[in-house]
């Protein structure tokens, strides 16, 4: 029996890798002479780096990079070989992500992604021609201008002041100049991972939507999102090299300004500023997906098993799980959700999975669900393989 293993982390208590680890000893334990392939999967958050070295036997380095609020942070980035030439995988939640500052810290004005600009620097340093950047949980929302700063663009407010690069800039940013930019961009692809499909501004953009999880009140929100909007149509301006070796356009084939594309909104507006550098936006899962060959593996497989840390009915809007699921689907294959635990208003689940479990047994914290959650989870695992046994 050939079972495949592709899950996303358990934020908070397990990596992808530590799931995918426990799902397969559960079920050895079962099926001992089971064939199992273990993909541990990202979607372009937390454990992007961990996934894709993992799955394409890369390897990690250790750079130093300015955090999400101050300088003194490290990071790790990844090295993975992809159609015969090193590719680097940078994570933008290891380098200014939400778990990085404390929740009474969390400033929107304050946080910067310059530590991201710091890490491509790093990059290209290595001779990078090619990055994967993941944008999942940031903690920032200043439209990448830290990021581009550090790069080499210079922002300035209406009186020739420089700026840092940090969100509350976004109101006083009146100037950019592209001559200092990194040249070595010219000649990089940038793929930006993402499973956030927001515009950058409106009622469904980076502000307004993940603005009060980095620490916005309404008020703020709706600051920020009018001063992104004024950014946006700075950034758009003709003008300004891009990655990718041709200047960046501001609309795509349909129209759509690089601020209105799905994406754009994605990190804080980080999508928006790579989207200007001429990089691709493209579904985390899917990168991870291609990166560590898990279609070809799926069709060949009985059952799949996924899973995550939470599941609700936004699971069904292209998340992890539903995605991994869907590849299943395409080859007949049944795929068996197990997630950490369960909101409400999954029932249009059962559709996509052939079953839906959640791990905790019994009513408890959230402290102990997260330290409980190892055990929790091999022991749903494992009654999982026990039915799988008992049918075959």
Known sequence: MRFVIAPDSYKGSLSSREVGAVMAAAIRREIPHAEIDVFPMADGGEGTVEALVGACGGRSEEVAVHGPLEPGASALIGVIELDGEPVYVIETANICGLPMIPADRRDPYAATSRGLGEAIAHALDRGARRLIVGLGGSAVNDGGMGMLAALGARFADRDGRLLEGRGGDLLRVAAVDWSGLDARLAACAITAASDVTSPLTGPSGASRVFGPQKGATPEQAAELDEAMHAYAALLERPGGPSAGGAEANSSDANGLRLSEQPGAGAAG????????????????????????????????????????????????????????????????????????????????????????????????????????????????????????????
Do not use: H, M
Not at 312 to 341: C, H, M, N, Y
């Open 269 to 392: 507006g980080l999508g928006f500023a790579l989207l200007r550098l001429g990089a691709r936006i493209e579904s985390g899962a899917e990168v991870a997906a291609r990166a560590a060959g898990l279609k070809a593996k799926i069709a060949g497989a009985d059952w799949v098993l996924t899973g995550e840390g939470r599941t609700d009915a936004q699971t069904l809007s292209g998340k992890l799980p539903f995605r991994v699921a869907e590849w299943a689907a395409a080859e007949g294959v049944p795929a068996i959700l197990i997630s950490g635990g369960l909101g409400p208003d999954i029932d249009p689940l059962y559709e996509t999975f052939a079953a839906v479990f959640p791990i905790v047994g019994r009513p408890s914290t959230l402290d102990e669900c997260l330290a409980e959650a190892e055990d929790n989870l091999a022991r749903t695992a494992r009654n999982v393989a026990r039915l799988i046994k008992t049918k075959t």
